[in-house]
């Protein structure tokens, strides 16, 4: 599928970082962990940009995934962006014993150190959470990945927007609709202005859900529309969404298959066109 999508013209492949979701107790299911597909995906594609959407630093010791993070996008030659968020799903905290407390607070230690490292800083940070003494990475990175935060809440978008070059929102965060993407632009606007960033300086990245009209593998919901129908109709879906406010629209089609990016690799020649 990765390869396939490469071919037929997508600029971006996302990985979600997730261990487990249980539904309603008796349904359970969990991807292959994010960073070891994120790293076999480098080494077999050329071009496209990789990342994880978004990694979740409350998973982690932030040094020691700052780290990680450098390596692939070394692997990858610089095509990695470094999505970060502080977690939602506490499912998956629970069953695999991490902290669901403060959520907020650890991440902004974490993000601390993580950006500092991924610059190419020594950091040395004594903090309530986390903790460095004169941590370096080495081999020095080759460069600073691109950073983006994926939220939409305060006080992580506060600690994130003054460093990161990108936002992004998952379609449930705004309805998957333009009046929603708009709404929480100018959400995201007011918090890069209490700030001190320019919210023009600021790319937009929005996740868009797309059916394809194949059997669904995400349950439907009334609060949730997805973009379907004819190619021309999700051609125009996409756009609208673009120009609600989004830079980059990333795809969350349904289902995942090789033969529905195949078809959303034409209908973005329509876009594009």
């Given at each position: 599928?990765?390869?396939?999508?490469?071919?037929?013209?997508?600029?971006s492949?996302?990985?979600?970082?997730?261990?487990?979701?249980?539904?309603?107790?008796?349904?359970?299911?969990?991807?292959?962990?994010?960073?070891?597909?994120?790293a076999?995906?480098?080494?077999?594609?050329?071009?496209?940009?990789?990342?994880?959407l978004?990694?979740?630093?409350?998973?982690?010791?932030?040094?020691?995934?700052?780290?990680?993070?450098?390596?692939?996008?070394?692997?990858s030659?610089?095509?990695?962006?470094?999505?970060?968020?502080?977690?939602?799903?506490?499912?998956?905290?629970?069953?695999?014993?991490?902290?669901?407390?403060?959520?907020?607070?650890?991440?902004?230690?974490?993000?601390?150190?993580?950006?500092?490292?991924?610059?190419?800083?020594?950091?040395?940070?004594?903090?309530?959470?986390?903790?460095?003494?004169?941590?370096?990475?080495?081999?020095?990175?080759?460069?600073?990945?691109?950073?983006?935060?994926?939220?939409?809440?305060?006080?992580?978008?506060?600690?994130?927007?003054p460093?990161?070059?990108?936002?992004?929102?998952?379609?449930?965060?705004?309805?998957?609709?333009?009046?929603?993407?708009?709404?929480?632009?100018?959400?995201?606007?007011?918090?890069?202005?209490?700030?001190?960033?320019?919210?023009?300086?600021?790319?937009?990245?929005?996740?868009?859900?797309?059916?394809?009209?194949?059997?669904?593998?995400?349950?439907?919901?009334?609060?949730?529309?997805?973009?379907?129908?004819?190619?021309?109709?999700?051609?125009?879906?996409?756009?609208?969404?673009?120009?609600?406010?989004?830079?980059?629209?990333?795809?969350?089609?349904?289902?995942?298959?090789e033969?529905s990016?195949?078809?959303?690799?034409?209908v973005?020649?329509?876009?594009?066109?």
């Amino acid at each position: 599928m990765a390869r396939t999508a490469e071919a037929v013209g997508f600029d971006s492949i996302w990985v979600g970082e997730h261990y487990l979701y249980r539904g309603d107790g008796r349904h359970e299911r969990g991807p292959w962990e994010a960073w070891s597909v994120l790293a076999g995906l480098a080494a077999i594609t050329q071009r496209v940009r990789l990342g994880p959407l978004v990694a979740c630093l409350n998973y982690h010791n932030p040094a020691v995934f700052a780290k990680t993070a450098v390596t692939v996008d070394e692997v990858s030659g610089g095509r990695l962006v470094l999505g970060v968020g502080a977690g939602w799903n506490r499912t998956e905290f629970d069953a695999f014993g991490i902290p669901f407390d403060h959520r907020a607070s650890r991440f902004e230690e974490s993000f601390e150190i993580v950006r500092r490292l991924v610059s190419g800083e020594r950091v040395t940070h004594q903090g309530r959470w986390h903790s460095t003494d004169d941590a370096v990475l080495l081999p020095t990175p080759s460069r600073r990945p691109t950073l983006m935060v994926g939220s939409i809440g305060e006080r992580v978008l506060a600690a994130a927007l003054p460093h990161v070059d990108a936002w992004n929102t998952w379609f449930s965060w705004y309805g998957n609709t333009p009046d929603g993407l708009r709404e929480k632009g100018s959400f995201v606007d007011g918090i890069c202005e209490r700030v001190g960033r320019d919210p023009a300086t600021l790319e937009r990245s929005a996740c868009v859900f797309v059916r394809t009209g194949e059997a669904s593998e995400r349950p439907v919901r009334d609060d949730l529309p997805p973009v379907q129908g004819s190619d021309e109709e999700i051609a125009d879906g996409i756009r609208s969404i673009a120009a609600a406010g989004a830079d980059e629209v990333i795809v969350v089609v349904d289902p995942i298959t090789e033969s529905s990016i195949e078809r959303i690799g034409g209908v973005l020649e329509a876009v594009r066109s």
